[in-house]
Nanobody
Framework: QVQLVESGGGSVQAGGSLRLSCAASGYIYSSRCMGWFRQAPGKEREGVASIAIDGSTRYEDSVKGRFTISKDNAKNTLYLQMNSLKPEDSDMYYC???????????????????????WGQGTQVTVSS
């Protein structure tokens, strides 16, 4: 059974840093497109960053230069290093991975499609000014 578990969230002051982790069981990260997303209460989930099988990455404009997505295939863990955090970065953060057999180009827009991805339970990030 596939399971994704996020960790690393917490409360920091503006300008601070956090590193989120997403540990997987049930499949190997090296063979999947993966991404990080965030969602505020009452709002739609939005993509933050994605990382393809070949390691290529994409970022949402508001986090470029501040966030870095990476993965450790040996540890089967996905990371999101978040620097220069702003109050507007406060959200619940989720990781997701393409399900087996998905052949779409790696992009957060596709990870959000119904029945395309597996999701973790989320980890809360709160940035105070």
């Amino acid at each position: 059974q596939v399971q994704l578990v996020e960790s690393g969230g917490g409360s920091v002051q503006a300008g601070g840093s956090l590193r989120l982790s997403c540990a997987a069981s049930g499949y190997i990260y090296s063979s999947r497109c993966m991404g990080w997303f965030r969602q505020a209460p009452g709002k739609e989930r939005e993509g933050v960053a994605s990382i393809a099988i070949d390691g290529s990455t994409r970022y949402e404009d508001s986090v470029k230069g501040r966030f870095t997505i990476s993965k450790d295939n040996a540890k089967n863990t996905l990371y999101l290093q978040m620097n220069s955090l702003k109050p507007e970065d406060s959200d619940m953060y989720y990781c997701a991975a393409y399900r087996s057999g998905v052949k779409l180009v790696c992009a957060v827009e596709f990870l959000l499609l119904p029945s395309v991805a597996d999701w973790g339970q989320g980890t809360q990030v709160t940035v105070s000014s």
